[in-house]
């Protein structure tokens, strides 16, 4: 499957351009005109990369890049006419792997993007099926064994799918009809109920302070999201 990038861009001729190169290179590149819409297109897309403008009408890209850091942890490049070095710090602090200044020489974009891919390590995906591993959590999906600070912890089926799902996608916000679609089947969409009551399971086994959660986070209103 080829690499995914998101340009969230309100100059239309710009976006085109960078699409045309983008696919020549073997990505598969898509564009939203506005910040809200880049959002949406974030979340349903779920791109590996994401090109951001900053002067964009309605929500600038210094704002989507705050909610983008909220919901995910995705490669970010920013794209400015802008090349002060204030703008570079804020930029960099605000998380961006990147920083390119317009007019855009799109070789150097083409490559900018690939260099980022690679220190972001898209092959890891390959290993996360087999074993996952931090700082708390060790995770077998073959074995369906899961080890929590040290100690092996019994799951029921439902819990360890729910725990996995979320695993998965882990820095990425999963909403409660996702969760119920892919843990409990079609049949339960919009009976939230089952999802809040094994994710209060869950944190009972697996995190420190339940009160307290540190890796399966609430995302109001919306799903959980699994820290990364």
């Known amino acids: 499957m080829n690499e995914r990038v998101l340009f969230i861009d309100d100059d239309p001729e710009l ?4 699409q045309t190169w983008l696919r020549n290179a073997g990505f598969d590149a898509c564009a939203a005109k506005d910040g809200n819409e880049g959002l949406q297109q974030l ?4 791109p590996d990369l994401v090109l951001l403008d900053i002067a ?3 929500m600038d890209g210094w704002e ?4 983008i850091r909220e919901m995910c942890e995705i ?7 802008n090349g002060q070095k204030s703008d ?3 930029a960099f602090n605000l998380g961006v792997d990147d920083y390119i200044t317009k007019p855009i020489h799109f070789p150097e974009l083409v490559a900018r993007v690939q260099a980022v891919l690679r220190r972001h390590s898209t092959n890891a995906k390959q290993d996360e099926k087999a074993v996952f591993h931090n700082e708390e959590i060790d995770l077998e999906w073959r074995s369906r064994q899961v080890w929590v600070r040290g100690q092996r912890v019994t799951l029921s089926p439902t819990e360890f799918r729910l725990l996995s799902c979320l695993i998965e996608n882990r820095g990425w916000v999963v909403t409660h009809e996702e969760l119920l679609r892919k843990v409990w089947g079609p049949n339960y ?3 939230r109920s089952y ?7 869950l944190r009972e086994k697996i995190e420190a302070e339940p009160s307290k959660p540190k890796w399966i986070l609430t995302e109001r209103g919306v799903g959980y999201r699994f820290a990364s």
Do not use: E, W
């Open 88 to 90: 570079l710090v804020k």
């Open 56 to 58: 964009m009408p309605r």
């Open 195 to 201: 999802v809040k009551l094994y994710v209060r399971y």
């Open 75 to 81: 490669p970010v490049i920013m794209v400015s006419v």
């Open 15 to 18: 976006v085109d351009l960078a």
């Open 64 to 67: 989507v890049c705050r909610r």
């Open 189 to 191: 969409l919009g009976d």
């Open 43 to 46: 979340y349903c897309y779920r």
